[in-house]
Structure formats: C-alpha cells, structure tokens
C-alpha cells in the first residue's frame, strides 16, 4: 500500500470519506456499538489511536486492541454520540474540539451479533491520554508503519476460548497482540481510502 498526497490531509480524508458514503447495516437483532478513529499529525505523518483493552471476565474483547467506543446507550445522541462519550469516559479525550471528517462503512461481528460504527476524527494538538478503567494502554501507530506489507500476517488468535488463524497486523509497540477482528476490518477500509487502492 502507498500513502499518497492530498488523501494525507484532514480535508483530503474528509473529501474521500464523503465520495464514498457509509454503507449502514440494520441493527435488527444485534448489539450496536460505536468507536472513534481518532488521528494526529505526528512526526512521521498522520498516525492513528489504538487502546489496549484491559482484562476483564466475560469481556470477549479482553485484552484486545482496538479503537475507543462502546455500545450504544439509550442516551447517546445516535451512534456518532456513544463514540464521542466512549472516547471521553476512556481516554479523557474531548471529541468535540475535534474535526469530525466522516464515517466509515459499518461492520458486523464475525463471531457475535454486533454491528459497530466508525466516525474518524482529526485531533488539534497532542491532549494528554488518561486511560480509564477499561483500559490497559493507548498509544499512536503511524499510517506508514499500517501500511508496511510485511506487518500485515496471518496471526494465530483467541475469541470465545477457541483458537483462530486470521489475518492481522503486527504493530510497531512492545509487547502488544496483533491487531485483527473488527478493528483491522476498519483499519483495511481505512487504508484502502488513505492509499486509493478503492475502498472494499
């Protein structure tokens, strides 16, 4: 994958998320939730936020990474509010003060009846990380090191105490697990609008 010019810009990623509006899956009979791609210019380009999701009984994701976001609650202000709320109560982020580019295609759950929701944001500043009590860690993943082929594998998983073989991508931080699943879903449709190889 090829990071190119104009798509590298808050605007550029507003302008190709609006020509390619979000497909919404119907939440009938599944759990919705909602999660933040949050960005920043670092020093090496645009980079993204991941969490490390703290371990926790009965939490399929336990340990995971992802993307801050939860389910969506009855008071939430639609599914783009229980992510800004969720990014708040996680990591003490205020997404308000943010430029909000757009939304990504929803996606399902390959093992449980979940449909989540990604809205990308671009961050003003460096606001510290204050990482609640769900989760571990948060840290920044350059686009440049997302887009190194040869961290993208197949990497053996766990879910639900069964044992997977899916693909993956290996981040450049000590000591975490691959990234796959429903965040390296979204990921994939984010890179394929960052590096116009076409969005799936």
Not at 144 to 162: I, M, Q, W, Y
Not at 172 to 192: C, D, H, N, S
Request: charged share 20%; hydrophobic share 40%; glycine share 14%.
């Amino acid at each position: 994958m090829r990071l190119h010019g104009p798509s590298l810009t808050f605007p550029g990623i507003a302008a190709g998320l609006a020509s390619h509006p979000p497909v919404e899956i119907s939440s009938s009979g599944m759990t919705s939730a909602a999660v933040a791609l949050i960005l920043r210019e670092g020093r090496e380009g645009l980079e993204v936020l991941f969490i490390e999701r703290a371990s926790h009984d009965g939490d399929p994701w336990s340990g995971d990474l992802g993307f801050p976001g939860g389910k969506i609650e009855p008071g939430d202000a639609g599914p783009r509010g229980a992510a800004e709320r969720e990014t708040r109560e996680e990591l003490g982020i205020d997404l308000a003060t943010a430029h909000y580019l757009g939304r990504l295609a929803d996606v399902a759950g390959a093992h449980l009846p979940i449909r989540v929701s990604c809205f990308v944001y671009g961050l003003i500043g460096n606001p510290p990380l204050t990482p609640g009590g769900e989760v571990r860690d948060a840290f920044w993943v350059s686009l440049t090191d997302l887009c190194d082929p040869d961290r993208h594998k197949d990497a053996t998983v766990r879910f639900g105490g069964e044992t997977f073989e899916r693909p993956a991508i290996i981040l450049p931080a000590e000591g975490k697990p691959a990234l796959w699943g429903i965040t390296y879903r979204l990921v994939m449709q984010f890179l394929a609008l960052v590096t116009g190889e076409g969005v799936p």
